[in-house]
Structure formats: C-alpha cells, structure tokens
C-alpha cells in the first residue's frame, strides 16, 4: 500500500527518533576528525564526500599563504573600498535583542573602508576590545569569485579583483570530483572578537586559513534538533539619533528568520546532553572539509585572521537532500519570542 502525504504537512520526526539517530551516528562514527597530510585526488574526495564527515586537509598550497602580509595586501588594494561589516560585538547575522527585548535576526551594518584602515581598525579592536565595536570582512556570496565568473570572467567584478592572482577560482580535485565548478569563493578578514554563530549551510565547504587560527565547534546533521531553531524578525544593525552606538533597527518589509536559538554551543549547559559537538582548530596553512548540512559555530584568534572558502553547490538528486532536511526537522517552527507579549 502506498504511503499518501499530506502535501500541505510538513513531516516531522519524533523526539525519541532523532535521539535515537544522533546516538546511532555517534556509536558508528565517534568523535575524531580524520586528517590527511596531503591534498586527495578527485576519487578520494569523490569519497569523502560519500562518507560525508569533516576532514583537515595538510599541504593545499595557494600563493596567498606566502604572500598575504599586511603590506602586500594594502599595497595591491590601495584605495579600493572594501565592504567590511561593523557590529557592537563581533557576531553578524545572529541572534541580538532589540526594542522592547524582542529578539531579532540582525544583520550587521555595512561600511566601506581601504584594506589600510581594516587591518587598522582590527589591530585597535584588539588592543581596546571592550571599547570599540567589531570589523569583520565577511560579505560572502562570491566577493572573491561568483558563479558568474565561470560563464563570463570580464563580468564578475569583485572588490578584490587585485588579489585573483593569488587565489585560485576554483580547486581541480573537488571540482573534478563533484562535476561543477564553485557557486562562490569568499575571503574572510576579522580578529578575535569575529565570531560566527551556529549554522548550516546549502554547499559543500572547502575552507583554508592563511593566517592566525580558527576554531570550529560542530554538529552533523542528525543533530540539528539540539539547536533549537526558531523564527525571528529580521533586523539590521544601524546608527540612529546622530549616535555613533549601533542600535537595532527592526525591518518592515523581510521574512522572519528561521535561524538556531543557541548563541554560544560551547557555554555548558547550552546544548542536550546528548549533543556530539566536535572541535578542530585549523592553524595558516590547514583546510577543512565541511560537508553540507553540518552546524558550524566559528571563532578565531590572532589580530588578523584571513581564511578562504569554496562554496560549491550541494546535490540534491537522489535521497541525500531529502534526509538532511528531514533531519533539520520540517515541521513547524515555533517563533522566537513570545507573540502573547507583542502589542
């Protein structure tokens, strides 16, 4: 007999079910990331991507690693303005109070600047970090190459065209392996207080540091159910009333947010016990492996830490797709504040 969906539902699985997959998981794979010491051919990442557990990766050369001092990266820009995100502390695209004590989905406030005055402004946020509000360059959606490079190069500006040269657009071994080429390839530029909150992503993740460190706490899919997602009102950070503080300015007209509800996953007592978090940290020089769907909490540390990422998109044919979202949990996703109080 044929099993017939409502397709108005949205199907859910059970507390006890996703307990029991996330137990399951862990009991199969445990908690150790794998590490190879040199780049893998196009069939063993083919394989990797089957198997779909983060990897570090040793040994992925680009001339960026060599060359991306501080000097070199202002000599190449001069004056060219850089979009550079500016938050009071630090985590753009998160979860942040607003009037009335709602929480909003904020989004940061957006200032262009020369690469000069970023690496400037980064240094002095770390000499003074409980003083200054945080710079984070972070704009994502193919600021170095977008998808739109690969069909017709001259039409793919970017605000960091000088630097192509040391970056490649895409890398032969996943490229060959997945059969596309990068939806977007992304350069990342903050400090310590540049933090990423938890989140999943559509691609599959190739992501390499060029300098200072980074720290990833993370879940697998099966484990999204720990992060408590909830719907928020979307807002933006801003200046209001000639103030240089940044307030939250609530949007009138943009989609609730579905994002986590947990703002710090290594806090104890912020996730289930039966959370599996793993820890890697990645030093200039490492990449990782990052398979679609799984949450991903960032924080660095250096003065300046510089990071890379490949972006292609996920597969959707066959069932992978439909378990992952599956296990993100399709129901009904409660909101994030309390509406009774709303007026």
């Known amino acids: 007999m044929a ?52 990897v570090v990766i040793k040994g992925f050369q680009i001339p960026a690693l060599k060359r991306w001092t501080d000097d070199y990266l202002q000599t190449k820009l001069q004056d060219q303005l850089i979009s550079v995100a500016i938050t009071p502390n630090g985590q753009a695209d998160a979860i942040a109070a607003g009037p009335g004590g709602r929480l909003f989905f904020v989004e940061p406030f957006i200032e262009k600047v020369s690469m000069g005055k970023l690496l400037e402004q980064l240094n002095a946020a770390e000499r003074h970090s409980d003083k200054l509000s945080a710079s984070y360059l972070q704009s994502q959606n193919g600021n170095m190459y977008s998808s739109r490079f690969f069909e017709s190069p001259n039409d793919d500006s970017s605000e960091f065209g000088a630097l192509r040269g040391d ?13 596309r080429n990068p939806d977007a390839v992304n350069l990342w530029i903050g400090n310590s207080k540049s933090i990423t909150s938890i989140h999943s992503d559509p ?41 240089d503080c940044l307030s939250v300015i609530p949007s009138s007209d943009t989609p609730q947010v579905r994002w986590s509800s947990v703002i710090n996953p290594d806090l104890p007592g912020s996730l289930p016990s039966e959370a599996h978090t793993l820890h890697v940290t990645l030093e200039a ?23 890379l990422n490949w972006w292609y998109d996920a597969e959707v044919r066959g069932m992978n797709w439909i378990w992952l979202s599956l296990l993100r949990g399709s129901g009904d996703v409660p909101p ?3 509406e009774t109080d709303t007026q």
């Open 285 to 307: 020089g490492d990449t990782l492996y990052l398979p679609v769907g799984w949450w991903h909490y960032v924080q660095q540390s250096g003065p300046t830490t510089i990071a």
């Open 167 to 179: 970056v490649p657009s895409n890398i032969p071994w996943v490229t060959e392996a997945l059969g």
């Open 3 to 54: 099993l017939e969906l409502d397709q108005a539902a949205s199907p859910s699985l059970t507390h006890d079910i996703v307990r029991w997959i996330s137990q399951e998981y862990h009991d199969m794979n445990g908690s150790s990331i794998q590490t190879l010491e040199s780049p893998p051919t196009a069939a063993e990442f083919a394989q990797l991507v089957h198997i779909s557990r983060p």
């Open 203 to 243: 691609y599959e993740n190739i992501y390499t540091v060029i300098r200072g460190s980074k720290h990833f706490t993370l879940l697998p899919p099966c484990e999204g159910w720990c992060l408590q997602e909830r719907m928020y009102p979307h807002a933006v950070y801003g200046h209001t009333d000639n103030s």
């Open 336 to 338: 994030g504040n309390d």
